[in-house]
């Protein structure tokens, strides 16, 4: 039963435009996170908010920036798409660092 | 360097037959080990984890890893397959279980055919 879900499940753009995932999660966990999910299926964290505080934010470009109005929801921004951010964005959650749970992911496809 | 490495990037097996997955990591410190796995169009979920204790950790679904310390290994198992198991099936090795330092390896992509 899916419990972390995110809008949209896929979009195409083009380079220089801007996009925004959603994330809400219903199982009031207090950590949610981006993962980053390449075309090798190699998984990647970028961002993690707990209680409304960025607490992991790994080396990606600032064009990609995390936002949460609580710790249910957290949305990913990314300002000016470019080829290489073509992946999957899943986005998860956790409770006191247990078991992540996943959204089902958004496709992005820049053109 | 800290790693995770699955070498079988797809593992095809019959319906019924037993199955290994293959797992082996590169940590320095006490590893927090994970099987997670992702079926087609759904989010990636937690199948069994290890942190300490019997070696032999079960699953969901008749799932169980073992953790072979002089090996580096945390193979996936299970005796006998159903076609609805294919899926990926991703490893992954943190620091006492932080999810945020979580590495993974880059899935087994599992075939059962019926």
Known sequence: ETAVFQTPNYHVTQVGNEVSFNCKQTLGHDTMYWYKQDSKKLLKIMFSYNNKQLIVNETVPRRFSPQSSDKAHLNLRIKSVEPEDSAVYLCASSFRGNTLYFGEGSRLIVV | ?114
């Open chain 2, 1 to 114: 360097a800290q790693s995770v490495t699955q070498p079988d990037a797809r593992v095809t097996v019959s319906e019924g037959a037993s199955l290994q997955l293959r797992c082996k990591y590169s940590y320095s410190g006490t590893p927090y080990l994970f099987w997670y796995v992702q079926y087609p169009r759904q989010g990636l979920q937690l199948l069994l984890k290890y942190y300490s204790g019997d070696p032999v950790v079960q699953g969901v679904n008749g799932f169980e890893a073992e953790f072979i310390k002089s090996n580096s290994s945390f193979h996936l198992r299970k005796a006998s397959v159903h076609w609805s198991d294919s899926a990926v099936y991703f490893c992954a090795v943190s620091a006492g279980g932080d999810n945020s330092k979580l590495i993974w390896g880059l899935g087994t992509s599992l075939v059962v055919n019926p």
